[in-house]
């Protein structure tokens, strides 16, 4: 994960609306944010560790001015959580200057590396897009656009980036289209003697921040594509690859945001549809459907509506308890799920609840809220998970366990019901989530349910996602494991 928001607003506050739409996708990473301006063919960046609203904020902000802006939030996948690797990543180079913000994950980075004039000490950073960028600016064409045909064509992986130099912001999406990116439109003034170009154009990683910002949604970039926005005039788009869609479709069962639009869904009512498909596959008698709050929320409304059993709200959630929230002490860190999460009792106790998640990925979260509810007084629990057991890692920007730690790659799903102390626990089929869709299962990249990779992985980048190391490269024990998974916060566990 990680969100990228570019605009050009010739006359207006780019980096304003950058800052805003990449607020709006604060969901997508929460390590470090960041923002580049051009004026006047003049760079300037800004980025810290930390929230947006933290790090661009209001002292910030004014100082940085400009009709061109891309913004950018992390989450990291690769590179650890230190400064050099927020992004936009900057580099001059032959008097051109570039940033970058990119989502995704390349796979070949060791081949990328094998290309660069003077390898690894000329990078400040550990990230796949500290060395993206480093190609583009090295390129001898001393321009962005070329920068990219030419270095595009050996670049493998999960890959959407919003650009900017001196005059230009550029969209571009891998061949494969595994992350989102979307073009918008800010509709000019209607009484502005400059026309239709007083309004102005932006990319972002996903529709709902296109909409926040005041603008209207264009059209999806496309696998494959380059878009250049600059101003005053219309975008122009060039294809840089033979394109085949295979969105990853995590981010419709549970990364995006529930009003964003994706492959022409709202995400929403695919979840809620989900939720339909599986009280069709597994119902259950009981008394009550309720979430996991907040992203389990859609399934379990529309598990209700299929099951015809009522909906309600079991658990709250302390909606400020990010996943960047540091636990002062062991203590406060052993409280785990407690700290986000607690139970209704007035709703719970003597109840016999069907419990809806979008996702199980160690399998300890969701051990923890069955023990909340019970202590809580329920008296049924049934499990019911809106996507397919998780099997496999993922290569393509969502940072999954490696392999071992992941609970369905090493546990059947009694086992696991076993483990979370549920009395039943049913996962949704790939079928499930492609009758909800109402597409094809070409259209999307299922990988981490059914090891299915659209782009292969090369085994020195693959072999740490399966067998966790220590940084000797050598396999650490089951508990050593536990004790650095335990450090890393996951999506969902
Ligand atoms: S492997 Fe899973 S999380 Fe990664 S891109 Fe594919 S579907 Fe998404």
Redesign the pocket.
């Known amino acids: 994960m990680c969100g990228i928001f570019g605009a050009v607003t010739p006359g207006a506050d780019a980096a304003g609306i950058a800052a805003l739409g990449v607020f709006s996708l604060q969901h997508r990473g929460q390590e470090s944010a960041g923002i580049a301006v051009s004026d006047n063919g003049q760079l300037m960046l800004y980025k810290d560790l930390g929230l947006i609203a933290q790090v661009l904020d209001e002292r910030r902000l004014p100082s940085l001015r400009g009709p061109l802006a891309i913004a950018h939030c992390r989450y990291s996948t690769t590179g650890s959580t230190i400064w050099e690797n927020a992004q936009p990543t900057f580099r001059m180079s032959r008097g051109k200057s570039i940033a970058v913000g990119h989502n995704g994950n390349l796979v070949n980075t060791r081949e990328l590396l094998a290309r660069l004039e003077g390898g690894k000490s000329r990078l400040p950073a550990t990230t796949d897009t500290e060395l993206l960028t480093a190609l583009l600016a090295d390129d001898p064409s001393g321009d962005t656009v070329q920068a990219l045909l030419n270095v595009l064509p050996h670049v493998k992986g999960?890959y959407s980036l919003a650009i900017l130099d001196e005059k230009r912001v550029i969209g571009v999406r891998d061949p494969i289209g595994?992350r989102p990116l979307v073009l918008g439109r800010l509709e000019p003034a209607a009484d502005d003697p400059r026309g239709k170009h007083s309004g102005g154009w932006v990319i972002s990683s996903e529709s709902a921040a296109i909409e926040v910002v005041g603008g209207t949604v264009v059209r999806d970039i496309e696998p494959g594509e380059i878009v250049i926005l600059e101003e005053g005039k219309d975008p122009v788009s060039i294809r840089f690859a033979e394109g085949h869609e295979?969105l990853?479709?995590?981010?419709l069962i549970y990364f995006g945001r529930p009003d964003s639009y994706m492959l022409g869904r709202n995400l929403y009512e695919s979840r809620r549809r989900m939720g339909v498909a599986l009280a069709t596959e597994a119902p259950v008698e009981a008394d009550l459907v309720m979430p996991v709050p907040d992203t389990g929320a859609p399934a379990a409304a529309g598990y209700a509506e299929g099951s015809g059993l009522p909906y309600r709200e079991g658990m709250v959630r302390n909606r400020y308890s990010g996943r960047t929230f540091i636990q002062p002490s062991q203590g406060m860190r052993q409280r785990g799920v407690t700290v986000k999460l607690s139970p209704l009792r007035e709703v719970v106790a003597g109840k016999r609840l069907i419990v809806v998640d979008d996702s199980i990925v160690r399998g300890t979260t969701t051990r923890q809220i069955v023990a909340l509810l019970r202590k809580a007084g329920a008296t049924e629990i049934h499990l019911r998970i809106s996507s397919p057991p998780?099997h496999?890692?993922?290569?393509?920007?969502?940072d999954?366990q490696v392999e071992t730690e992941l609970i369905a790659s090493t546990h059947s799903v009694d086992e696991i019901r076993d483990f979370v102390g549920a009395d039943s626990l049913t996962f949704l089929s790939i079928g499930g989530v492609l009758s909800a869709l109402d597409l094809p299962y070409d259209r999307?990249?299922?990988?981490?349910?059914d090891g299915r990779?659209?782009v292969p992985v090369p085994y020195d980048t693959a072999r740490h996602k399966f067998v966790l190391e220590d940084a000797d490269g050598e396999p650490v024990s089951q508990g050593e494991s536990a004790a650095m998974a335990a450090n890393h916060p996951q999506p969902n566990d």
């Open positions: 999960a595994f295979q990853c479709v995590f981010e998780i496999h890692p993922c290569f393509y920007g969502i999954t999307f990249c299922f990988a981490c349910f990779y659209p």
